[in-house]
């Protein structure tokens, strides 16, 4: 019985570190990449510890890409204006659907988990067409007031957490007098730590990775995000590796930081929106 | 009654910036999509009305023909094999020794991976010539393989992709078998059930809502695909990974034809919305809801 179980646990561990090569091991590797001269990358077989190990690959990076401090920094802008903006935005429509006793809520809510199901492609087009006319075109303002004020998942996210939060609250509130302002702000809110942090996270790594939107919407290199950064580096210097890792190191960098600092929040923001 | 509409008007005022919004950028665009999609209009000159024409110009296209079938490919193929390996990969996670925290975490650190990043990382391991999988397959005695200029391999390659960023999904998976209750297992036990039998009579059933969900995001990741195509093979070899929304890019960005692309969007929400009230209406067929006598399996 116990040499099974003994020999059960070691295929658990096999399994598991077969895994872990899957998916930690491309990630070793762009590492190890980026710490390799050029010609480092062209030596047969590729090894995984560059020997000698080199910077060299990021001093290139800011060379060539003299906009790269740039795109970090709109990137760090954008992402917190939507994390911030996602909080005050969502928090208050959900509190609507959540909290009121209006007649109107249920088929609304519908009509919002409807757009959760819509491709942004059909919307798109017109988009960039309204964006044009209305002078929002290369600015940032395409990038976030959509999705502060449109974005279903925050809202559904949001949603979700108030209702756990007891009615009680409410009534008592509503009988010393409190209306539906104090029991969002003096309530509901200061009771909302963990998806308040949990929506700022998921708003802020959406900004950042997200390609397409600002692919479309914005023109001017200096005005660019990092994740279209990172495809000019692309498009000008395919052939040295390195450096391409090195790029996308800095775009993965922030958000590895934000996840082992606060991953507790992640998984509560994915598993409160997954199920029921 | 007043008390009534003193409700309807507090509920309006609090979700008013999502009317604003839904007005601004669903329904408005989504109106004009539908108006211009009946139009040659480039958004400089002014549009010609050209009645259905951009919708039967569809059928004699060839490039948007193929862009289709890849992205059904995508659907049809993607989705059931990745959301296999993610049902499989719960599973080992889920197993209790010391340490499982640890795989936990860094299992779900690529699904964070800026797309972009990802395509990069993928150029460096599935490189022609130097790639890492060319030197591990040649080390097993294997052939070199040129990964991104094979039209049969290109389309497996960027599913792997989609496999790699599993981590999401993963948790849903692992909140669906956490919440089974261990009561299920003790009768499967008692009733001398093995492994694999309690697998497809208890887990399985118990975790059909979670594979509901999942599938109907991943769906929606296949059908939206674009970054990972447009950048790792830039749709090719010869169109093969030419997806639909690349291709409604191009139309539009490109050959700066908006009505045709327009029309093409609202083509892909038809076929999105048919498939998905096809799964809908499956699902009371195969998932299990507590309380539901009908659906699972009880036996």
Known sequence: MYRAKLLNRTYSYLFLLIGLLIFIGPLLWLISTMLKTQDQTYVFPPKLLPDPFTLSAFTRLFETMSLMPRWIANSFSVSIINGLGTILTSSLIAFGFARTKSRLRSWLFVVVLATLMIPSQVTLIPMYILFSKIGWYDTWLPLTIPVLLANPYFIFLFRQYFLTLPRELDEATYVDGGGYWTIYSRVVLPLSGPIIISGFIFSFVFTWTDYFTPLIFIQSEKLQMMSVGLQLIMGKNSQDLPMMAAGSFLALLPIAVIYFSAQKYFVEGVVMSGIK | ?299
């Open chain 2, 1 to 299: 009654m007043i008390r009534k509409w003193r409700e309807d008007g507090a509920f309006l005022l609090f979700i008013s910036p999502w009317i604003i919004g839904f007005l601004a950028f669903f329904v408005g665009p989504a109106i004009a999509s539908l108006v211009y999609s009946f139009a040659d209009y480039n958004a400089i000159t002014k549009p010609i009305w050209v009645g259905f024409d951009n919708y039967a110009k569809l059928w004699s296209d060839e490039v948007y023909l193929k862009s289709l079938r890849n992205t059904l490919y995508f659907v049809f193929i993607g989705v059931p094999v990745t959301v296999g390996f993610q049902i499989l990969l719960s599973l080992l996670l889920n197993i209790e020794v010391p340490g499982i925290r640890f795989f936990r975490t860094l299992y779900y650190l690529p699904y964070l991976v800026p797309p972009v990043a990802t395509v990069i990382i993928w150029l460096i391991l599935f490189g022609s010539g130097d790639g890492v999988v060319n030197t591990i397959l040649l080390w097993f005695g294997g052939a070199q393989i040129d990964w991104m200029g094979s039209e049969g391999l290109i389309k497996p390659v960027i599913i792997t992709i989609g496999m790699w960023m599993s981590g999401g999904s993963v948790l849903v998976f692992l909140a669906g078998l956490k919440g089974i209750p261990s009561s299920l297992y003790e009768a499967s036990r008692i009733d001398g059930a093995g492994r694999v039998r309690t697998f497809f009579s208890v887990t399985l059933p118990m975790l059909t809502p979670s594979i509901l969900f999942t599938v109907v995001m991943q769906i929606i990741y296949y059908f939206q695909m674009f970054t990972e195509a447009m950048l790792l093979s830039k749709g090719g070899p010869d169109y093969a990974s030419q997806t639909y929304m690349m291709n409604t890019y191009q139309v539009a960005f490109r050959d700066l034809n908006f009505g045709y692309a327009m029309a093409q969007s609202w083509v892909l929400f038809v076929i999105i919305l048919l498939i998905t009230v096809a799964l809908m209406q499956s699902s009371r067929r195969w998932v299990y809801y507590e309380g539901d006598e009908k659906g699972g399996s009880n036996g």
